[in-house]
């Protein structure tokens, strides 16, 4: 069941186009993550999805799609007191006991009355996160969510993912940058650099001539981010991901 | 009771500190004091557009400040700098308003009671309006506080939430509208901001969370707002001024205690 899909979405930031001709869907239950360079308009297709930039191209939500979204970087502005509680009951109010259900399950039982801005890198993802999924969301959307994690923080982050995919059987929307997780996490992985440049299993877009193009060729992408060859210049229509029947050839702007 | 003008001002000052409190913690929280601020001076020509016209001024003043509200609203972020724009919008307003004021020959009218308010002089007719207007103003951010606040926390995660940031927005410009039109009897164009920011910015130490925060605050300006009269009839000083005095002082002890407290 396609929870949320897009045909010919374009995005133009101040007569910059950020995203052309993206066609994207995620099905219930799926694990999406969309992968590429800085600028390449990841964080734009999410804003996209959620409603808050302007895009052409046509949307199609499933009806009373409930959508759970943790953006990359939340600030809090000093003058507005905010305690972790009453951050989690924001916009809808929920009882004090799923709550303290929420923190306990994200491994912050102790933090309800302290102040989202005295809480450390961590703990500020989880409760981000612990607050999307108060509502029980059908698609759970992350930008970047382990930005400021340590290794093993990021990797209890996406096992915590990984098992709420199966609580709440919900999909997973997720940008992120650590390819070597991505890489085993992911059912699908997008390719993205202003257009899709081709998607597919993570095996398949790790050897597809498109993905190495922008990441390299280091194995399953482990060190393929401190290789980024940004002049990738989208020349390379007609041959590489099309060649491999699990990919699916995706290229529009050539 | 309502006939003596002590009982009045004090009526109205609560009135308009009670509804301006909780709109001041959002123009804190969002950092929209300078749009108060070009809401506010815009007023002043309405103010003399209502006078020339012969329509009430409270309506005058609350049209014009809705127009200028969405202006800015809607100016924001095509091109300038918004405290480059809010600076040219809020002190051109003054200015057209004033030199408006000045073609109304056959009209006497005392410039100052506007700028600076003149609460001894409400009438019960007045006090009904800042009541109704106070009153709506904390209807509507009671119905759209939780909107509000996600909103002001961040306009994303209203977005994912099915909240329209752009429409609370429009729901905060006409509070302050509302709010700069009833409160220009009590304090005056000028100090209308005054009566927004300062008791937020007074209570913020004291509050551990949003609810708390415009409940403090609107405490702290009703305080001020009896405070401000005693004090002007005490030394016969001017009320809207004496009003927006004792809530800095307010601040300030806030402040400077919360400071010791921490240090302590």
């Not at chain 1, 409603?51 to 809090?76: C, D, E, M, N, S």
């Not at chain 1, 961590?122 to 400021?148: C, M, Y």
């Not at chain 2, 304090?187 to 708390?212: D, K, N, Q, S, Y």
Request: glycine share 10%; charged share 15%; aromatic share 6%.
């Amino acid at each position: 069941m396609r929870l949320i899909e897009t045909k010919d979405l374009s995005v133009t930031f101040g007569g910059q186009t950020v995203l052309s001709h993206v066609d994207f869907h995620i099905n219930r239950g799926e694990i999406v993550t969309l992968v590429g360079p800085n600028g390449s308009g990841k964080s734009t297709l999410l804003r996209a999805l959620i409603g808050a930039v302007g895009a052409t191209g046509t949307i199609t939500r499933a009806p009373g799609l409930r959508l759970g979204y943790v953006p990359q970087k939340l600030h809090i502005d000093p003058t507005l007191p905010m305690t972790v509680a009453r951050f989690m009951g924001l916009p809808r109010r929920h009882s004090a006991a799923d709550i303290h259900a929420a923190l306990e399950q994200a491994g912050l039982p102790d933090l309800h009355q302290r102040q989202m801005a005295g809480l450390s890198g961590g703990q500020f993802q989880r409760v981000l996160l612990a607050r999307a999924i108060l509502d029980q969301p059908d698609l759970l959307i992350l930008d970047e969510a382990t930005q400021g994690l340590d290794q093993p923080g990021s990797a209890a982050f996406y096992r915590r993912i990984e098992e709420l995919r199966q609580e709440l059987n919900c999909a997973v929307l997720m940008v992120s940058h650590e390819l070597h997780v991505v890489m085993s996490a992911s059912d699908r992985v997008i390719c993205l650099n202003g257009h899709v440049c081709c998607e597919g299993q993570p095996e398949h877009v790790a050897s597809a001539p498109e993905y190495r193009a922008i990441f390299g060729s280091g194995t399953q992408g482990a060190l393929a981010l401190y290789r980024h060859d940004h002049d990738h210049g989208h020349d390379h229509h007609g041959h590489g991901c099309a060649d491999d029947p699990l990919v699916k050839e995706a290229d529009h702007a050539g | 009771m309502l006939d003596d003008f002590m009982v009045r001002a004090v009526l109205a000052g609560l009135g308009v500190a009670l509804a301006a409190a909780p709109l001041g913690c959002f123009v804190v929280w969002r950092r929209m004091a300078y749009f108060g601020d070009a809401t506010a001076h815009a007023s002043i020509l309405g103010v003399a557009l209502a006078l020339g016209f012969g329509i009430s001024v409270f309506a005058g003043a609350l049209v014009v400040a809705l127009l200028m509200g969405l202006v800015v609203s809607t100016l924001a972020g095509r091109g300038y700098a918004m405290d480059t724009l809010l600076g040219v919008l809020a002190h051109s307003a003054l200015a057209f308003g004033l030199v408006a004021v000045s073609f109304l020959s056959g009209v006497r009218i005392d410039l100052m009671a506007y700028l600076f308010g003149d609460i001894l002089a409400v009438s019960a007719g007045d006090l009904a309006v800042i009541w109704g207007g106070a009153a709506l103003v904390l209807a509507g951010l009671a119905w759209r506080w939780q909107a509000l606040l996600t909103t002001t926390l961040n306009p994303d995660l209203a977005y994912a939430s099915g909240i329209d940031p752009r429409r609370e927005q429009l729901v905060l410009t006409l509070a302050l509208a509302l709010v700069v039109a009833v409160a220009i009897k009590v304090v005056g164009v000028l100090l209308i901001v005054a009566l927004l920011i300062i008791p937020a910015a007074a209570a913020r130490p004291l509050a551990h969370t949003p609810e708390r925060m415009a409940l403090m605050a609107a405490t702290i300006g009703a305080m001020s707002a009896v405070g401000g009269l005693w004090v002007s009839l005490m030394l016969d000083t001017p009320t809207g001024p004496s009003i927006v005095c004792v809530a800095a002082i307010c601040f300030a002890v806030m402040n400077l205690g919360h400071a010791v407290v921490r240090q302590g």
